[in-house]
C-alpha cells in the first residue's frame, strides 16, 4: 500500500527531474539565441557607424572647411574609426560539411558580384536584384535560380548575413545611380 501512495506521489508531482531539466535547458537555449541576437545587432550597429563615418571622410564638404577645421576632423575621424574597429564581434555559426560547401559557392558567387558591381556599377543592379529576390520567402520579382539553390543548403544565420550584405550592395548601386543622374543633370 505505501509503494502505490508512492508511485501515485511521483506521477502527480508537477515535474520529474527530467522535464524540470529539459525545461532549463529550453530557457537557457531561448537566451542563447537573445544574447545572439543582440551580438548580431551591436555587429550591424557596428557597420552602420563604419558606413557613417566613411560617409563623413567623402562628404564634399570637407574642401570647403579651413585647413585647421579639416586637420581636428581628419584626428576625430581617425580616433573614432579606430575605435570602433577596436570593438570585435564573432558568432560563430555552426555548419556540417554540405553547409560550409553551400557557403563557399556562394561566398564565390558573391565575390564574382562584387567584382561585376565595381567594374560597373549601374549594369549591375538587375543581377544584384536578383540574387537579392532569391533570398526572399517572397520574392517580389524574377530571382536567380542557380544562386537561390546553393543559398537554401546554408544555414538560416547564413542566409541572413548574405541577403543583408545584398542589400548592402543594392544600396551602393542605387546610391550610385541617383549620384550619376544629378550629375548629369549638372552638366546638362
Known amino acids: 500500500m505505501a509503494d502505490m501512495e508512492e508511485d501515485k506521489a511521483a506521477t502527480e508531482s ?5 522535464e524540470r531539466l529539459v525545461s532549463m535547458l529550453d530557457h537557457i537555449e531561448k537566451r542563447v539565441e537573445t544574447l545572439r541576437d ?3 545587432v551591436l555587429d550591424e550597429e557596428k557597420d552602420v557607424l563604419l558606413g557613417l563615418l566613411h560617409s563623413v571622410q567623402s562628404n564634399k564638404d570637407i574642401d570647403s572647411v579651413s585647413p585647421g577645421e579639416r586637420e ?3 584626428i576625430t575621424f581617425e580616433r573614432l574609426l579606430s575605435r570602433c574597429l577596436s570593438v570585435e564581434i564573432n558568432i560563430s555559426t555552426i555548419r556540417n560539411e554540405q ?3 553551400a557557403l563557399d559557392k ?34 517580389t520579382g524574377p530571382f536567380d535560380q542557380n544562386f537561390q539553390k546553393v543559398l537554401l543548403e546554408c544555414t538560416g544565420d547564413d542566409q541572413k548575413k548574405i541577403r543583408k550584405r ?23
Open 38 to 40: 543582440h551580438a548580431r
Open 106 to 139: 556562394t561566398n564565390q558567387m558573391l565575390r564574382e558580384l562584387s567584382l561585376k558591381v565595381h567594374n560597373n556599377v549601374l549594369g549591375c543592379k538587375e543581377l544584384v536584384q536578383l540574387y537579392l529576390n532569391a533570398c526572399l520567402s517572397e520574392a
Open 72 to 74: 581636428e576632423i581628419g
Open 166 to 188: 545584398l542589400q548592402d550592395y543594392l544600396q551602393v548601386v542605387e546610391t550610385s545611380e541617383c549620384e550619376l543622374q544629378t550629375n548629369s543633370l549638372l552638366v546638362d
Open 99 to 101: 553547409q560550409q560547401q
Open 14 to 18: 508537477p515535474l520529474s527531474n527530467g
